[in-house]
RNA sequence: GCCCAGGUAGUGUAGUGGCCUAUCAUGACGGCCUGUCACGCCGUCGACACGGAUUCGAAUUCCGUCCUGGGCGCCA
């Protein structure tokens, strides 16, 4: 019967192991493999002239990363890591790997990102690629669990859509029979109409899709979004919600993912709160303090603004107050000073990570925000339609999971966070 | 889209006109080794992205192609 090799300790008296051979250090008379599952390693000790003859046979012809099982007595010897070690009296070979390997997955000699995503599924066996996505799997849970405990209900909407969106960015156009059509770009249209539809808070975590030709380390061409709607809230409401959010997040991961993080040498502090607000007013202000390039009013914050806001504010924060003019067609103007809108940015100091707002939910007032952007609304009839009978007011946001878990784990590329990245250049694997 | 930097053994690198039948590490293969833990030691193997040009001579300069990384813009 086969155990985790974490479940190996100096006081298991015999272990079934299966798993891949991390490293081979074969010393004559005595061998030494390192075995590694997705739990850990473990030393596998075979002294060659004790060992049943089977086991030194299958230890000749073992190689790296191949995958084996291992049967045995486990002696707990304070040398071997973790305190044990498994004597062989079966070893064998269950999957032979070819050499030599395409990276070096005990990461003796790096390996670029490029040679890592061909050989994804190498990668992501060495124990620090592995922690990230396993991380992210407990984040997820815990984004789930929150929102859930929260009253939402998950939703699933379509990706494949008939039109643009939103408008602000290229999207992919793809064959639809005989039709036109296009990969989502968010779900904003779909999560506003179950508003509409009477679900009061939803969420959905699912992929999104952006044709822009960037190239940097903090953008995908697929990316995950997770987009949250709740009728009768306000921007300040979801702006609460979603510090909150965050904040299980990384409570959830400090506390389940202790090996991870060290693994990874993160050392993960819950943010302190409440995230400081500043208006865009205050953060065009900040920016122009240290930016050369002057920010006027009504302008997008660049590259440069961002990264000096966020070295000034040095923690999460928001930007409320935006201009109306810079912001999406449903963000709900202030109704005095409808020159700015209830729309907010909630900010890394590294980077944007998420975005939402008050929508706007009266009908004629979406029509004109449509029209004054240019956009012609019978284009968005099926979305407009549901405005019409019984809207409620509503506000959300749509925050990046792959910009979470990079700014969380303190990623340079936020290719580390996607096991199959989608970029300018990469379509396979 | 604009701009910058690159492409050298399986992997990661050194090498900016002759000293290069190309450095080092890791790896693979063979040998020695019974306590390694980046095991050690000896030996062997393995590469200048592709095409063209300049030159007595090109990994090195130039042009083109393909590929990659990154900055900006746009965007989450």
């Given amino acids: 019967m086969r155990i985790a090799i974490q479940d190996v300790t100096p006081e298991t008296d015999y272990a079934e192991i299966i798993g891949w051979v991390h490293e081979i250090r074969d010393l004559g008379g005595l061998a030494f493999f390192i075995v590694r599952d997705r739990t850990g390693l473990i030393q596998v000790t075979i002294p060659k002239k004790k060992a049943p003859e089977a086991v030194v046979e299958a230890a000749k012809e073992v190689s790296r990363e191949s995958v084996v099982r291992v049967a045995g007595t486990v002696k707990a010897i304070e040398k071997a890591p973790g305190g044990r070690e498994l004597v062989p009296e079966e070893l064998e070979i269950v999957s032979l790997a070819a050499s030599p390997l395409p990276l070096d997955v005990a990461e003796k000699v790096s390996a670029e990102m490029d040679t890592r995503i061909d050989s994804r599924f190498l990668?992501?066996?060495?124990?620090?690629?592995?922690?990230?996505?396993f991380i992210r799997s407990v984040a997820v849970r815990a984004i789930n669990e929150f929102l859930f405990s929260r009253g939402f209900i998950n939703i699933t909407t379509p990706k494949v859509v008939?039109?643009?969106?939103?408008?602000?960015?290229?999207?992919?156009?793809?064959?639809?029979?005989?039709?036109?059509?296009?990969?989502?770009?968010?779900?904003?249209?779909?999560?506003?109409?179950?508003?509409?539809?009477?679900?009061?808070?939803?969420?959905?975590?699912?992929?999104?899709?952006?044709?822009?030709?960037?190239?940097?380390?903090?953008?995908?061409?697929?990316?995950?979004?997770?987009?949250?709607?709740?009728?009768?809230?306000?921007?300040?409401?979801?702006?609460?919600?979603?510090?909150?959010?965050?904040?299980?997040?990384?409570?959830?991961?400090?506390?389940?993912?202790?090996?991870?993080?060290?693994?990874?040498?993160?050392d993960l502090t819950v943010p302190a709160t409440p995230f400081p607000r500043i208006s865009y007013a205050e953060a065009i202000e900040i920016a122009n303090r240290t930016v050369p390039e002057k920010i006027s009013f009504g302008d997008d914050l660049g590259t440069a603004a961002e990264k000096a806001?966020?070295?000034?504010?040095?923690?999460?924060?928001?930007?409320?107050?935006?201009?109306?003019?810079?912001?999406?067609?449903?963000?709900?103007?202030?109704?005095?000073?409808?020159?700015?809108?209830?729309?907010?940015?909630?900010?890394?100091?590294?980077?944007?990570?998420?975005?939402?707002?008050?929508?706007?939910?009266?009908?004629?007032?979406?029509?004109?925000q449509i029209r004054a952007k240019g956009l012609s609304p019978e284009s968005f009839e099926f979305y407009l339609k549901t405005f019409e009978y019984g809207m409620p007011p509503h506000a959300?946001?749509?925050?990046?999971?792959?910009?979470?878990?990079?700014?969380?784990?303190?990623?340079?590329?936020?290719?580390?966070?996607?096991?199959?990245?989608?970029?300018?250049?990469?379509l396979t694997p």
Wanted: charged share 25%; net charge negative.
């Fill in 162 to 266: 008939a039109a643009a969106t939103e408008g602000g960015t290229e999207l992919f156009p793809i064959a639809y029979f005989e039709k036109e059509a296009f990969l989502n770009q968010s779900p904003q249209l779909y999560k506003q109409m179950m508003m509409a539809a009477g679900c009061e808070k939803v969420f959905e975590i699912g992929p999104i899709f952006r044709a822009e030709e960037h190239n940097t380390v903090r953008h995908l061409n697929e990316a995950t979004s997770l987009d949250v709607e709740v009728s009768f809230a306000d921007h300040n409401d979801v702006m609460q919600l979603l510090e909150d959010l965050i904040i299980a997040v990384y409570r959830r991961v400090t506390e389940d993912c202790a090996d991870q993080l060290a693994t990874l040498g993160v």
């Fill in 309 to 368: 806001i966020g070295e000034y504010i040095g923690q999460h924060y928001f930007i409320v107050d935006w201009p109306t003019a810079i912001k999406p067609y449903y963000a709900m103007p202030y109704p005095e000073n409808p020159e700015l809108s209830k729309a907010f940015d909630m900010m890394h100091p590294r980077m944007e990570l998420s975005s939402g707002a008050q929508r706007i939910h009266q009908h004629d007032l979406l029509v004109e």
């Fill in 123 to 133: 990668d992501v066996r060495k124990p620090r690629v592995g922690a990230i996505f």
């Fill in 396 to 426: 959300g946001w749509g925050l990046g999971v792959e910009r979470l878990i990079m700014t969380m784990l303190n990623l340079p590329n936020i290719r580390e966070a996607v096991l199959f990245p989608r970029d300018r250049h990469r």
